[in-house]
């Protein structure tokens, strides 16, 4: 007889409630259990990593979004074809049912910020997982009822398995102009909205403007870069503290504490650093919770800034998600400026500024998008003079009158256009 979906999520509670204990006991010895275990049951089931499921980290290759995909139908450990998940998540698409699964695995698609699709795969149980996850460590569980606006550009059953009782989710449309979401939002009166800061930042105009009335008692940013200034500006609309969640196709990674830093979730990743300064590095994950589809060694495009953190928890720290490496500007003579700088100098350029894009077209050519318009100088001007400290000569700056946003897509503020 089939265990109740609703059982397996209590089951996965309490399980992840375990492991994190004995992680913040003994760190080492639990990633050691954990790797260990994940070989001989997961692992030893992929076609490409059997051979080698007994064997140390270090045995695995480095992967990215390519070599990824590329090994698709090696990797999975239920004989999926790329081919035939990437038909099903393209009539969901078309569709927008997004209810269809493969012999009961979820099939998801995601455009990602670099605009290469990718796939997932995920089991009922590791739905499951993830439900107790959000519920554990991002929702927070709770005998009162909420209400659950999610944006989002495709849905998914690993989204709606949250809905219960007590939990009652809204699916929002990314593809959807937002005007036609207003009445629906209003009508909802959402506890809780979750959505990628571009997104979120349209919600505060609206509610400026009147055609919004809503008064959420969490707002949670995912999917894209959460800038300083937008953090300040949805508190001061909505007046709660705004939550990160670090998550991707490739699994969720972290949320932020109760000192405000993120937590990487180590008891069931294990995280190398490829370290790009003192303070920042890229993280390279292995996700020993995925069954269907390994996560081994999957190199990220993020930026992460290490931190030490007050919390108590042993986890790694992160204190910003900066950007991406193709966030990253570079320059003749090996010279680069990473994001966070270009974000407080636009930014630091004019008070008026609410809003900016910037567009590296070539070696020494920027275009640059600036709200309002007749700021456009101050931006100019305030960069000019950072790269001037940084010795970086000659660069010519194209005004934008619009942002390059396609609808439903991550929003890049900063873009590093390379071929």
Not at 91 to 120: C, H, K, M, Q
Not at 299 to 328: F, P, W, Y
Not at 349 to 377: C, K, T
Request: hydrophobic share 40%; with cysteine.
């Amino acid at each position: 007889m089939k265990m109740p979906f609703k059982l397996h999520v209590i089951m996965a509670f309490i399980k992840l409630g375990r492991e994190r204990r004995r992680f913040e006991r003994n760190p080492q010895a639990h990633q050691q259990r954990m790797w260990r275990t994940f070989g001989q049951t997961t692992l030893s089931k992929s076609p490409l990593y059997k051979d080698i499921a007994h064997r140390s980290i270090d045995a695995f290759p480095l992967q990215g979004k390519e070599e990824f995909n590329r090994d698709f139908d090696r990797i999975n450990t239920r004989g999926i074809r790329y081919d035939h998940a990437l038909q099903v998540a393209d009539e969901a698409e078309s569709s927008r049912d997004f209810t269809p699964t493969i012999d009961g695995v979820t099939v998801g698609l995601s455009s990602g910020t670099s605009g290469n699709r990718g796939i997932f795969l995920v089991s009922e149980g590791e739905r499951a997982s993830w439900v107790a996850m959000v519920l554990q460590r991002i929702l927070g569980f709770s005998f009162r009822k909420r209400k659950v606006a999610f944006f989002l550009r495709a849905n998914s059953k690993l989204y709606t398995s949250v809905q219960s009782r007590l939990i009652q989710f809204a699916f929002f449309d990314l593809l959807i102009p937002l005007e036609h979401h207003l009445t629906r939002l209003n009508d909802l009166q959402p506890t809780i909205v979750v959505g990628q800061p571009s997104l979120l930042m349209m919600l505060v105009e609206a509610q400026q403007q009147g055609t919004l009335h809503i008064a959420p008692q969490k707002i949670i940013s995912v999917a894209e870069v959460l800038s300083d200034e937008d953090e300040a500006a949805l508190k001061a609309c909505f007046q709660v503290p705004v939550q990160q969640v670090y998550q991707c196709n490739e699994g969720m990674f972290g949320q932020t504490c109760s000192q405000g830093n993120f937590h990487l979730n180590e008891d069931g990743l294990l995280i190398e650093k490829e370290w790009l300064d003192a303070t920042r590095f890229q993280p390279i994950i292995t996700d020993m919770r995925r069954k269907v589809q390994p996560v081994i060694r999957y190199k990220m495009n993020d930026i992460l800034h290490a931190t030490e953190c007050t919390c108590g928890s042993k986890m790694i720290a992160i204190s910003q998600i900066e950007g991406r490496t193709d966030d990253v500007l570079h320059f003749p003579g090996g010279k680069r400026v990473f994001p966070d700088f270009i974000r407080r100098t636009v930014i630091g350029a004019h008070p008026a500024i609410s809003n900016y894009q910037i567009i590296q077209e070539g070696s020494d050519q920027l275009s640059l998008y600036v709200e309002p318009i007749d700021q456009w100088e101050s931006a100019k001007n305030a960069l000019g003079r950072l790269f001037e400290d940084q010795n970086i000569q000659g660069v010519s700056f194209l005004k934008l009158t619009d942002k390059r946003h396609i609808l439903g897509t991550k929003f890049r503020r900063i873009h590093a256009q390379r071929s």
